[in-house]
Nanobody, 125 residues
């Protein structure tokens, strides 16, 4: 129900933009987010946006380097990733829930009802 794309191989310091196009309708109360999972590690929160408030939230590890945005006309979620590091290497997943999550719950993967298939980002050193 969510198609993520834009992953690939990039050198340290490079940039990539991920896209996520939900096939299910979003609502003005939806929360949309990005998570990632590196090999041998648990899935972790990257960024989220709460459409009702227009707010954006980031994990400390990506703050200042990644930007989450949404094109409402295209109903597409983006993750602009700059200054990439080898530790950013992971499969990136987009996620959606139709409710406005409270800030403290944004990093809870269980709070999101819909998930994309993931797109692999590899950052070489």
């Amino acid at each position: 129900q969510l198609q993520a794309s834009g992953g690939g191989l990039v050198q340290t310091g490079g940039s990539l933009r991920l896209s996520c196009a939900p096939s299910t309708q979003t609502s003005r109360t939806s929360t949309m987010g990005w998570f990632r999972q590196a090999p041998g590690k648990e899935r972790e929160f990257v960024a989220a946006t709460r459409l009702y408030y227009g707010s954006r939230h980031y994990a400390d590890s990506v703050k200042g380097r990644f930007t989450i945005s949404r094109d409402s006309a295209k109903n597409t979620l983006y993750l602009q990733m700059n200054s990439l590091k080898p530790e950013d290497t992971a499969v990136y997943y987009c996620a959606l829930t139709r409710s406005t999550l409270i800030v403290s719950n944004l990093d809870n993967s269980g709070a999101y009802a819909y998930w994309g298939q993931g797109t692999l980002v590899t950052v070489s050193s």
